[in-house]
Every structure is written in C-alpha cells, then in structure tokens.
C-alpha cells in the first residue's frame, strides 16, 4: 500500500518504520532537525526487540507525495489546523485518513449520539476547517494503546504496549478497514478492528483525562500520583464525573475508578504526553483531552465540579507559559 505518515515523531515514526519494513510504499512528514536525519540516515527503528533501518521519502510538505491509499496523521490536537491546510495533495478520491491522536477528534460528535443531546465542541474545529479538509467518510480512526519516543533526531524507540484498534468512523467494518489492519500482520505491531470506535476511543480517553491534568499541575510521574492518597482521590473523583457524562450519552467507563488509577500508576516513572508538552513548552491538548469532557458534562446536565475546577487550573497554567 501507498502510505503517507503526517507527523513521523514518536508514535507516527514507529508506525510508518514498521510498515516500511513490511514492505509498504511509506513517505513521512516531520520537520527541524528529526526530518534532515530522517533525509541523511533514514530512520532507525527500535522495536519488539529489533532493530532496523529503512529510508522512506521524508519532507515537510504534502506536495512532495502525492495522492495515498492511506494517510496516517500522527500529529497532536493543537497542529491540527496545519494538517487540514496541508493534507489536500495527500487525498485522491479514495483515501482514508487515519488520526492517530490522543482525545476527543473533531469528528466525534458527526451524527452521534443517535438520541440525547446535540454536542458541538466548537473548541476542537472552531472553523470547521477539519471537517472541511477530511470529512467523516474518510476517517479510520486508531486508537494509538503504545508508548515511544525519539531519544535523538532520525530514531524511534518503542518502549511500551504494541496495540493498535482500528475502526470506521461511520460505523461499522469495511473493506478498507481490515485490508489497513492487515498491514500489521507478522510484524511488531498488533493491529484489532472495532465495529465501536467512540468506545474504544472513551476508555482511552478516561485514563489521560485524569493522569495528564494533574500531573501536569503537579509534575508528579503516573507512580507518584498512585502512591498518593490524595492524588489518588483526585484521579478518581475526576473519573466518576467523566464515566457519568459519559454514559449519559451511551458510552461505557470499562472498569471502576480504582481499577483505572492503579492501570495508570502502573506505568511508574511514565511522564504523561501533557506533562512532557508542558517540560518542553509546546501548546498541550487540553481541548481534546480534558475540556471537550467538561463540555460533554455540561451538555449531558452532569455535574462536573471537580473537573471544572481542574480544567482551569491547568489552562491557567498554559496561559501563564504562553502556551494556551
């Protein structure tokens, strides 16, 4: 398959490395320095207990590509705008695009729920640019259950989890849909189909939605937010509120609060992807991990005291660094 990765960084490099090892015909976008070593070397990809090089085409800009079978977009929600001004060379009539993101994405709410309120989070596509650019019908959503990263320009060291869960955005299992997971057969990277993307994206989400804010208040690592008490009962009550608005509109929270808070402190000495934008001073997700789930809660009539109160914490704390 013809495969263009938007965003080869850490998770984007680990897929887009694999399947280039597989075989498949794999361009990547990155930029600044990771991109002249990717150019120079080609990209070394540590992975499942190997190690490997392969040299796909790498640039900065869409043009270069041309039309895909698939676009993978492995970028975090604050580029999206770029990636929706940029992606149009990438897409012939039938490309899928696959977000590879953490949060609620922008289509989330595209003709669901079927019954409860009509949500609108404006703050995820306040033009409706995204929805412009890659309309529902494209997307294959993946829910990215992996941790990596990119210890220097030009490699990718996967670290944690290798599973990838797939599914139409529209519903449903399609052609395309398993013919993408089967890509990942026979290599290191364990790729599931879901005929319920929105769910498999929610149980994900109730993890980040806790862990990322407060240690991002806090600087604590997942372990540390564990082994406090009372971090510990912040992560929760902040759980009980999202599972609420959650299942007011149909999606289930998969396991209690206390469950959830020993899987996250699990991961040790694991700084969440929120904490690490706020180390290395880059806009964080906080509309898609953390406000479109107060968002829910006030649309849903659920209370969410506790949540609010975080959610101003932390974007307090990114306007305060200029990065929010």
Not at 58 to 76: C, E, L, R
Not at 202 to 226: C, H, M, Y
């Amino acid at each position: 398959m013809k495969i263009c990765v938007f965003g080869a960084g850490s998770i984007g490099g680990v897929i887009g490395g694999v399947l280039a090892n597989a075989g498949h015909d794999v361009s990547l976008i990155a930029r600044g320095a990771h991109l002249e070593a990717l150019r120079a070397n080609g990209c070394r990809v540590e992975t499942g207990g190997q190690i490997f090089n392969v040299h796909p085409a790498a640039s900065d800009t869409a043009t270069d590509f041309g039309p895909q079978d698939i676009v993978i977009v492995a970028v975090k929600a604050p580029a999206m705008p770029a990636v929706a001004a940029g992606i149009a060379p990438l897409l012939g009539p039938e490309t899928a695009v696959v977000p590879a993101m953490n949060g609620i994405p922008w289509w989330f709410f595209d003709s669901f729920p079927q019954t409860g309120p009509d949500i609108h989070l404006t703050k995820l596509d306040p033009t409706g640019e995204l929805a412009t650019a890659i309309p529902v019908e494209r997307v294959m959503g993946c829910v990215v259950h992996m941790g990596s990263m990119v210890p220097e320009p030009g490699v990718i060291r996967h670290v944690a989890d290798n599973r990838l869960i797939l599914g139409e955005a529209t519903g449903g299992v399609s052609d395309r849909l398993t013919m993408f997971a089967s890509t990942f057969d026979g290599t290191t990277l364990s790729a599931r189909v879901t005929d319920n993307l929105r769910q498999e994206i929610w149980l994900k989400l109730l993890g980040n939605f806790n862990f990322a804010p407060v240690s991002s208040l806090t600087g604590a690592t997942n372990g540390q937010i564990g082994a406090d008490p009372r971090l510990r009962k912040l992560c929760a009550d902040l759980f009980e509120e999202a599972a609420e608005a959650g299942r007011c509109i149909g999606l289930e929270p998969g396991m209690t609060a206390e469950e959830r808070t020993d899987l996250g402190a699990s991961l040790g000495e694991f700084r969440t992807s929120m904490l690490q934008d706020f180390d290395k001073s880059r806009p964080p997700e906080i509309d898609a991990i953390v406000g479109a789930v107060v968002e829910i809660g006030r649309a849903t009539g659920t209370p969410m005291s506790v949540s609010e109160s975080v959610l101003s914490l932390v974007e307090q704390k990114a306007r305060g660094m200029g990065l929010y």
